[in-house]
């Protein structure tokens, strides 16, 4: 298990950043998608929660895998963000690279962090994964690239 005081900046997953989540398909593809709720719900032990749109193609992947995988991005990273926010877009393999445990992961991320589902929840339209942090890597430090109110955003406030 990691605690808080493994993760390398404590701060990264309170930032209101755009994400990835990802799993590999039954055809051992990766699979993923941008998401615009994602939380830090418990820094002992680390948890933290991502709400799947019901409708999600690929949610029966997520919910039985138990297992995804979070990429942060940059501010450079907005046409990623886009890509994965597209329905059924082509997503080249040579985007990922695999994370210490297994999980799919996006190059040249801010953070990634591989989560155990350790429960999922009803939420209206969407349903609530919330998964324990098992391996966490800050990348780079950089400028994230932030989604609100419609709009990519950075954080001087364009």
């Known amino acids: 298990m990691i605690t808080s005081d493994q993760f390398p900046n404590r701060n990264i997953i309170r930032e209101p950043i755009r994400m990835e989540a990802r799993k590999h398909d039954s055809n051992g593809q990766p699979c993923g998608l941008t998401v615009n709720s ?4 418990s820094l002992d032990p680390l948890l933290v929660l991502v709400c799947f749109d019901k409708k999600l193609s690929s949610l029966q992947t997520f919910k039985d895998s138990k297992w995804f995988g979070v990429s942060m991005l940059s501010k450079r990273q907005e046409d990623l963000s886009r890509l994965f926010a597209k329905r059924d877009s082509e997503r080249p393999v040579t985007l990922y690279f ?8 996006l190059k040249n991320s801010l953070a990634v962090m591989e989560c155990e589902t350790l429960d999922i929840y009803p939420g209206g339209d ?6 324990e942090v098992k391996n966490a890597e800050v990348l780079q430090v950089e400028e994230p690239l932030l989604y609100f109110r419609g709009n990519y955003r950075t954080l001087d406030g364009d």
């Open 98 to 105: 695999q994370g210490r445990l297994g999980m799919p992961l």
């Open 38 to 41: 994602f939380t830090s719900v």
């Open 126 to 131: 969407h349903l609530i994964f919330l998964g």
